[in-house]
């Protein structure tokens, strides 16, 4: 996805902030330059979004920029369990990743929370989370 977004040259928008117009400010060339941010911004989100399966499409359809919806899915689709730490304190950071985004108003539902937790199970525990995706 980076790559595509990068041919597009809208890469940038994950990680800079929209510029700002304050009230009263009668720069036409200000205005132009936020206008044409928000556009790119909003392709760049939309690109994103497209690429999602329908399930996530519907959690993360209310992100505001693509900035925030990078890194909402960075943070709860790249998280990676280790052998070293015990399962439930992982599941535990799983769940305050899950809470972060309730909180921010991305609706997840039970199914996808359960599947990615045991999608996310350390490589020890490969049979077991077969066991549990083939019930």
Same mark, same amino acid.
């Given at each position: 996805?980076?790559?595509?977004?990068?041919?597009?040259?809208?890469?940038?928008?994950?990680?800079?902030?929209?510029?700002?117009?304050?009230?009263?400010?009668?720069?036409?060339?200000?205005?132009?330059?936020?206008?044409?941010?928000?556009?790119?911004?909003?392709?760049?989100?939309?690109?994103?979004?497209?690429?999602?399966?329908?399930?996530?499409?519907?959690?993360?359809?209310?992100? *505001?920029?693509? *900035?925030?919806?990078?890194?909402?899915?960075?943070?709860?689709?790249?998280?990676?369990?280790?052998?070293?730490?015990?399962?439930?304190?992982?599941?535990?950071?799983?769940?305050?990743?899950?809470?972060?985004?309730?909180?921010?108003?991305?609706?997840?539902?039970?199914?996808?929370?359960?599947?990615?937790?045991?999608?996310?199970?350390?490589?020890?525990?490969?049979?077991? *989370?077969?066991?549990?995706?083939?019930?």
């Amino acid at each position: 996805m980076l790559f595509y977004l990068t041919t597009f040259s809208l890469s940038r928008f994950l990680t800079e902030e929209p510029p700002v117009v304050t009230v009263g400010d009668s720069d036409t060339q200000r205005r132009t330059v936020v206008h044409a941010w928000n556009h790119n911004d909003f392709l760049c989100r939309k690109y994103i979004l497209n690429s999602l399966d329908d399930v996530l499409y519907n959690v993360y359809c209310s992100v *505001k920029t693509a *900035k925030e919806l990078w890194n909402s899915l960075g943070n709860f689709l790249n998280y990676k369990m280790v052998d070293t730490k015990s399962v439930m304190n992982q599941v535990q950071e799983i769940q305050i990743i899950i809470h972060n985004l309730l909180a921010e108003g991305m609706e997840i539902n039970e199914p996808l929370q359960v599947a990615t937790i045991i999608e996310k199970l350390p490589p020890m525990w490969r049979d077991f *989370k077969n066991y549990l995706k083939h019930m």
